[in-house]
Nanobody, 125 residues
Framework: QVQLVESGGGLVQAGGSLRLSCAAS????????MGWFRQAPGKEREFVAS???????TYYADSVKGRFTISRDNAKMVYLQMNSLKPEDTAVYYC???????????????????WGQGTQVTVSS
């Protein structure tokens, strides 16, 4: 069983920064590729970023490329550094885990097995 708990959301002005954190309760964290998704009101959930099991590969949605950075560490934490935030980044952000056998696996869709409860990010104009 995997439990994911996000934190770090909040209200920020456009152009500002936030760092989201995700704490994973899992026996073998290194067996999971990790990702961030978001869902804005009235919209479907969308992929934001993913990172491979060992952290060597990352993958980003075009809408956040160059502004957001995903990372992970050996303390079973995953981070999403968000810079140059825009009002359209407003959403509930979810952390997700995908069990993976491939070191370079960076899933971006329905491959994820576990989800956190989400943290709200609001960007004011």
């Amino acid at each position: 069983q995997v439990q994911l708990v996000e934190s770090g959301g909040g209200l920020v002005q456009a152009g500002g920064s936030l760092r989201l954190s995700c704490a994973a309760s899992v026996r073998t964290f290194s067996s999971y590729a990790m990702g961030w998704f978001r869902q804005a009101p009235g919209k479907e959930r969308e992929f934001v970023a993913s990172i491979s099991r060992g952290g060597g590969r990352t993958y980003y949605a075009d809408s956040v490329k160059g502004r957001f950075t995903i990372s992970r560490d050996n303390a079973k934490m995953v981070y999403l550094q968000m810079n140059s935030l825009k009002p359209e980044d407003t959403a509930v952000y979810y952390c997700a885990a995908a069990y993976s056998g491939g070191l370079g696996y960076v899933p971006s869709g329905n491959e994820y097995d576990y989800w956190g409860q989400g943290t709200q990010v609001t960007v004011s104009s």
